[in-house]
């Protein structure tokens, strides 16, 4: 039986990959641009696999309005190599709600997007209470695509913030889907100071959408990892007759943590480290390292 591995979708812009990105800055008195350098390195249990590569990130925080990213993310993989180029920007609308645009694509391997959407809406309804509504598309050779929807309610303090979204990912050609849900625990408000944040998905397609590093994560990304549509091509002639119990549990799991911590007044670090099982298939551990400055 040909077992579906995931599509492992990389995110457009890492620096935002495992952190709330609707936890913005408050308005600066001039505008300030931030610079991460940095690498990932990720390791897979089934088939001595190892993904690695680069991340080149800027974010401009004006004056008033929201931040403006670009990043660029190069890719190492067994089966190739290639890169992503991203863009996005931040909107503020009204008092308490924002959005976030953003479009990328990749070059030099076909296991990468040709093109990426995304739209990401953050609704205030009062007392801190957010809703969260999210949308992307990409689009790989051959006329594959892959489209997101994820959707929940959210809380933002003011030091920390948690949401909860619900994820479907569905397939083309084909018409296959996923389900799975992501919930984001962060704590510290300031983009400039010490913060954490905590990821945890369940489901089916997670991995496709939260796991780590500039290599595999997301929070509304997808992008093709490796084979045809960019799926894990791994097969196995072994049929397994699942148990009530085994049914019951989910088919992926992910846990990540990512945490900044400034140096000086000007750089700083981030860290990521995340766990991810694909239940009864294969297990992978990733980590990511990036020097941040700013000017």
């Known amino acids: 039986m040909l077992k579906r591995y995931a599509v492992l979708l990389a995110l457009p812009l890492a620096l935002s990959a495992q952190e709330d990105p609707f936890f913005l800055e408050p308005p600066l008195p001039s505008t300030v641009t931030r610079v ?30 929201g931040p403006w990213q670009v990043s660029a993310t190069g890719y190492d993989r067994p089966e190739g190599k290639g890169t992503i180029l991203s863009a996005g920007k931040y909107l503020l609308i009204g008092k308490a709600s924002s959005a976030y645009l953003g479009l990328s694509g990749g070059t030099n391997s ?19 209470w957010k809703f969260d509504l999210a949308g992307a598309l990409s689009r790989f050779t051959q006329e594959q ?38 919930l984001n625990l962060r704590f510290g ?54 148990t009530t119990t085994t049914a019951s549990l989910p088919q992926e799991r992910l846990a990540s943590l990512t945490g900044h911590w ?4 000007r750089f700083a670090i981030k860290a990521e480290a995340t766990w991810g099982e694909k239940v009864s298939t294969y297990r992978f551990w990733g980590g990511s390292l990036q020097f941040v400055a700013t000017f």
């Open 262 to 265: 400034p140096l000086t007044d």
């Open 145 to 182: 695509e892959v489209r997101m929807l994820q959707a929940g309610p959210a809380y933002q303090g003011e030091t920390w913030s948690i949401s909860a979204r619900v994820q479907q990912l569905m397939y083309e050609p084909g018409g296959d889907s996923d389900t799975g849900g992501v």
């Open 36 to 65: 991460a350098v940095g690498g990932y390195d990720q390791a897979f249990s089934d088939g001595g696999d190892r993904w690695k590569g680069w991340i080149l990130e800027g974010t401009i925080y004006p004056s008033s309005g």
């Open 189 to 242: 408000n300031n983009d400039f100071g010490v913060w954490h944040n905590l990821r945890l998905a369940a489901g089916r397609g997670i991995l496709e959408s939260t796991a780590s590093g500039g290599g595999l994560t997301s929070t509304t990304t997808m992008a093709g990892t490796g084979g045809r549509f960019g799926r894990r091509t791994t097969s196995t002639t072994t049929v397994t007759t699942l």
């Open 110 to 128: 076909d296991f990468l997007p040709l093109f990426r959407a995304d739209l990401d809406f953050r609704f205030d309804i009062g007392a801190g």
